[in-house]
């Protein structure tokens, strides 16, 4: 059974910083894709970032470039989105996603085709 567990998430003043990590179990992590996904209340579910399986190439959108870093550590089988000069638009719940992928597909965060997600991890940030 695959199971994502995201941790770090909580309050913190607008310009602050958070670490979000995911943890993942009962899979082969190395074989797949990883996103970062948010959903604010009243809004779609929308794409952050992505890192493909051996972490070499990364994807963001651009309402977090410069600002978050997405990495992986794959003999721990986890996932990090590292959170810099954070605004109180980034306040939503945050979820991680697997996407089973080739070695050369680049990551994207179209949500439809990510096979696993986890239950979410909620970010606060106060003006």
């Known amino acids: 059974q695959v199971q994502l567990v995201e941790s770090g998430g909580g309050l913190v003043q607008a310009g602050g910083s958070l670490r979000l990590s995911c943890a993942v179990s009962g899979t082969t992590f190395s074989y797949y894709n990883v996103g970062w996904f948010r959903q604010a209340p009243g809004q779609e579910r929308e794409g952050v970032a992505a890192?493909?399986?051996?972490?070499?190439?990364?994807y963001y959108k651009n309402f977090v470039k410069g600002r978050f870093t997405i990495s992986r550590d794959n003999d721990k089988k986890t996932v990090y989105l590292q959170m810099n000069s954070l605004k109180p638009e980034d306040t939503a719940v945050y979820y991680c996603a697997l996407r089973r992928a080739i070695l050369t597909e680049s990551p994207h965060v179209e949500a439809a085709s990510f096979h696993y997600w986890g239950q979410g991890t909620q970010v606060t940030v106060s003006s």
């Open positions: 890192i493909s399986r051996n972490g070499r190439s990364t």
